[in-house]
């Protein structure tokens, strides 16, 4: 018996090593470097940290994370783009510095569409729309025919000035003719502070467990879901294209490589990420992180990253938006 044990553990090691040198051959290192543009405790922590151990599985090879925050995600997605080609660098990346960020400011060291290679979306969240239970109504049709009777426009506050928040808020009051007064506030958290104590009338952001248990408690009301059709994420909310059509905006999270890495690479680590997220625990982890996972080819991330891009940068360019 001792020496059927040991046998298996035997054949489990070389099994072991043997993965760990088909990833050291395949992509030229035993571990690969994952910079997140974020510090660590954050959403896209969080979500790495679920796949993380079936991403090891899958690749016979550890993904190590390395945080680089900083200029708004900028300087983290910055080193992407001048890393190794191997294989042993890749990127996490998200909407505010692969579409926004560079549009504000162009000196910021890289080019999202040239520098940096899709290999997989991660997820996708949608904004919200949420107001002062004092706003009459519950759903956006409510809030339009009230922001007629407002001389001085509605009231919307933001995390910062430039924000994905503030940039929807601007696209929705743009796409529905409703005027509105920004107000930008040091993050999500102040925001929803001054949505509360009814210092602002609306707000726009992605939603989380903290913002819906303040609506299921009454003391903000969620009118809208800024997705293509409903979401799993704020169930019963109707999408605001119902009342305003065509309008979207979504956090979008993705993994992405140096420019220059192979396609082979690329294809490999699609194949991990694109079999770890279509697994329904994990599925329904990202759920429960207020996440939608959406696993794509490289092509289809490309070009939900060109469409995300061309949508702000026609924002940004119209409305003269500048970063904080």
């Not at 044990?5 to 088909?22: N, Q, T």
């Not at 726009?204 to 879901?225: E, F, H, Q, R, Y």
């Amino acid at each position: 018996m001792q020496r059927r044990h040991f046998s298996r553990a035997i054949g489990a090691s070389a099994a072991l090593i043997a993965l760990s040198e088909y990833g050291y051959a395949q992509t030229g290192t035993r571990y690969t470097r994952l910079i997140l543009s974020s510090s660590p405790g954050g959403t896209a922590d969080a979500l790495f940290r679920i796949m993380e151990e079936p991403l090891r599985a899958a690749l016979g090879h550890a993904i190590v994370i390395d945080y680089k925050p900083g200029g708004g995600g900028g300087t983290g997605h910055m080193e992407v783009s001048r890393g190794s080609r191997d294989g042993s660098v890749l990127g996490y990346a998200y909407s505010g510095p692969m579409s926004t960020i560079p549009i504000m400011r162009p000196d910021i060291g890289y080019d999202p569409l040239k520098d940096l290679v899709p290999v997989s979306m991660i997820m996708k969240a949608p904004l919200v729309l949420m107001t002062n239970p004092r706003i009459p109504g519950n759903d956006v049709g409510a809030l339009l025919s009230y922001a007629k009777n407002q001389a001085n426009g509605v009231s919307c506050g933001n995390a910062g000035a430039g924000g994905l928040g503030h940039l929807a808020a601007v696209l929705f009051a743009n796409q529905s003719g409703m005027k509105t007064l920004h107000v930008p506030y040091k993050g999500t958290g102040p925001a929803v502070q001054a949505l509360l104590g009814g210092e602002i009338d609306m707000v726009c952001t992605v939603t989380s467990d903290a913002i819906t248990n303040l609506a299921k408690a009454g003391k903000i009301k969620i009118i809208g879901v800024a997705s293509e059709s409903s979401s799993p994420l704020v169930t019963g909310v109707p999408p605001i294209s119902q009342y305003v059509p065509g309008f979207n905006a979504e956090v979008m999270h993705g993994i992405v490589a140096p420019r220059g890495t192979p396609t082979e690479v690329v294809e490999r680590f699609n194949a991990a990420f694109f079999k770890v997220l279509s697994d329904k625990s994990i599925q329904a982890r990202f759920l429960a992180n207020s996440s939608i996972a959406m696993p794509t080819t490289p092509a289809q991330y490309a070009q939900a990253i060109a469409q995300e891009y061309e949508l702000w940068a026609k924002v940004i360019k119209q409305t003269g938006i500048k970063a904080e």
